[in-house]
């Protein structure tokens, strides 16, 4: 396979990946503004637009948090680059880059769902309307897994796919646990209150992780009980430990294939070792924010050394 | 509705019978129900956007892609009909390739004083970089794209030669699989030849021109100017049939005397470039030294056996309409054999009379420049203004040699469906031609276009033409 085409199966699905993050924290939000008063839904709004790291970009265009502002800068916003729309475009761009690597079936996926995209964000979305457009979004994720697993062969574009997916996956949850952990609980001792309860069932919903985390836990619900859930619980799509092991199965298949093993596989190993004595209570006392930052290096490093090791580029 | 005498009529004769290719399908569309094909029509463009048969417009924002319109009557082409057909391609198809070869060694079509040397001279696709060189397999013209117009029962004329690099190969294979979904009876029950193997046998015909340093399986890629031209979806279509890789510029460098492409384990050595960018863009060094798409060092790899290159560079000699005015010589001097396939009757403006006679009958003709394509830079004297006629007067006086002019053709047509049914419209066909060492091949059907417009002439998809499916019958 060209490096090139390496490299736009692993942007396609970063991308993918990073849109489909972007609506679950659309819908957790969507949620949240439904049952609060307004005040607090503004302070909801503010916090998805920071999670999602646009805040900058939303301040500079408007003055105020509202809902309806808030959901069509990330979905539409011509100016926003991290829009939902602009990186559906980045997937589709890539998705022809690579149309010769990928199945029919799952171009297909991801072309007809951009189309329906564009109509449904050719102009701003209204309160009637977010959570169908969301809903979309979601689908077209899900059609597009569906579509790579059902019919792609397991070469090493697969693998490419998988380690975008995953890289991205592990950086985005870091990224929402990190933001969460200081914006909305600057001190611990306000844990049990009901606005953090309903702050950390926020959080759970932009994981998906709300059903999931309800049946493990029989509705108990407090930070640290989360915080293992998505960092360590590895049963669960959607926390650290799986998208690390699913990410080490893809990058020891592409070492198998390729017959030799680069720097990635040494990052990986290394990033092994310091995951396997982890448990909850070493990451407090580590840091909960520094345990992060070196996970999201760790994963940044893993994902720049695959670039090298492949030769993503000349 | 009933033939008009004024145009030959593909379907309908003059007092309205039906022409025998057509009898079977037209049989069937008078029991089908208006509504139903009207939906049908509809599912078909979104078919065509869904899997992203696309072109790429240039300069154009929102409307980055379209669609070339799709029309959904078949245009039949008779077992025997498509068999005189083949016997001219083939004859044509040769004598090109033979053409070639002597215009970059002896040049004896020359010396026979056969056609003047200042045709190749003044041409700019000429290229001196493969004078004395043979390409693997003696091949010049790997895919040739003939371009066909219909007059009468019998009377078939061939309007264009392309053997640069022929387009559209993609409409006619994806064509077919849109005609296959909506009315799969149809297919059912006629005898329709098959178009569908076309990427294994284009795939075939490269590897059997392979170089002869190549080592077990040849390696074939598509060379594309990138996701931006217009045809990329073409070309992405053909390396995914064939199974090949799609390459750009900056994945090929020459390594130890090869041209090589960048994979995941390293560069690996191609055998076969099915190139799909202009000669200018394939070697910096040897070409175009501000391109950013070619290879630099590809053309000394090509002249010393590393590569095929298909079709050969400088293969765009044939594209000129000043050649193509010769062409009838050319297949008599290369196959000693009178053209099968007549030309259109062409008057090339460097000659005096040929001029004068253009000039005072521009309302009439047709003009074209000589390098010229897609429908570009050409007078359609019957439809043009006056104040037109006369700005192509002043440029055809100013370089005549750079203008040859034909009568208006009377093009066949075939019906298109529309909201008020059947009508005729203006159509051409391009089969596609397979050159290997040992064979012409040429695929059972090709690219209807059609004008869509009523009475408009102008088939091209650049001018709003669209495409029709093309079914060669059985015997």
Known sequence: MLGRTANGLFWMFRYLERAENTARLLDAGLRMALTRDLVTAEEEWRSVIATAGQREGYEAKHASYTGMQAWNYVLREKENPASILSMFGQVRQNARLVRNAIS???????????????????????????????????????????????????DEGYHFAGAGTFIERADSIARILDIKYYLLLPSLSYVGSSLDTGQWDQVLRSVSGDRAYRWLNAGQIDAKGICEFLILDDGFPRSLAF???????????????????GESNALMRAADTRMADLNIDTVFDQGLHEFLIDFTRSNAAIGRAIAQDYRFLA | MTGNAEYFDEMHEADG????????????????????????????????????????????????????????????????????????????????NAFMHDLYHRQEI??????????????AAWLPHMVGFTPPGGVYTHIVGIDLVRTGADEFFVLEDNARTPSGVSYMLENRETMMAMFPELFMRMPIESVS??????????????????????????????????????????????GAELVEGSDLRVVDGRVAMRTTSGYKAVDVIYRRVDDDFLDPLSFNEDSVLGVPGMMDVYRSGGITIANAPGTGVCDDKAIYSFMPEIVEFYTGEKPLLPNVETHRCADEESLKYTLDNLQDLVV???????????LIGPTASRKEIEEFRRKLVARPENYI?????????????????LAPRHVDLRPFVLVSPDKVDITPGGLTRVAMKKGSLVVNSSQGGGTKDTWVLKD
């Open chain 1, 104 to 154: 029919g079936e799952l171009w297909e996926a991801i072309n007809e769902n951009w189309l329906e995209m564009k109509d449904q964000l050719s102009r701003p979305v209204p309160e009637n309307r977010v959570l169908d457009t969301v809903a979309t979004i979601r689908r077209a994720g899900t059609l597009a897994h569906g579509a790579m697993a059902g019919s792609m062969l397991r």
């Open chain 1, 243 to 261: 998208c690390h092991s699913a990410l080490r199965a893809n990058l020891a298949a592409l070492a198998r294939l390729h017959g030799s093993e």
């Open chain 2, 17 to 96: 019978g039906i022409r025998s290719p057509y009898t079977g399908y037209h049989e069937w569309f008078d029991g089908q129900d208006n509504a139903l094909l009207r939906r049908k029509h509809s599912e078909a463009e979104t078919n065509f956007r869904k899997t992203g048969i696309t072109f790429n417009v240039y300069g154009e924002d929102e409307a980055e892609e379209r669609l070339i319109p799709f029309d959904m009557v078949p245009r039949v082409i008779g077992a025997g009909e498509w068999r005189k057909l083949t016997r001219g391609i083939e004859q044509r198809v040769s004598a090109l």
């Open chain 2, 110 to 123: 020359i010396r026979a004083g056969r056609i003047p040397e200042r045709l190749f001279r003044d041409n």
């Open chain 2, 197 to 242: 193997d076309y990427p294994r046998r284009l795939a075939k015909s490269l590897a059997a021109c392979a170089p002869d340093c190549t080592e077990g399986k040849p390696v074939v890629a598509v060379l594309t100017p990138g996701i931006y031209n217009s045809a990329y979806f073409e070309h992405a279509f053909l390396a995914d049939q064939m």
């Open chain 2, 368 to 378: 074209k420049e000589v390098h010229g394509s897609g429908g570009y830079g050409m």
């Open chain 2, 405 to 421: 002019a034909q009568p208006t053709l009377s093009l066949s047509t075939c019906p298109i469906f529309t909201k008020k049914g």
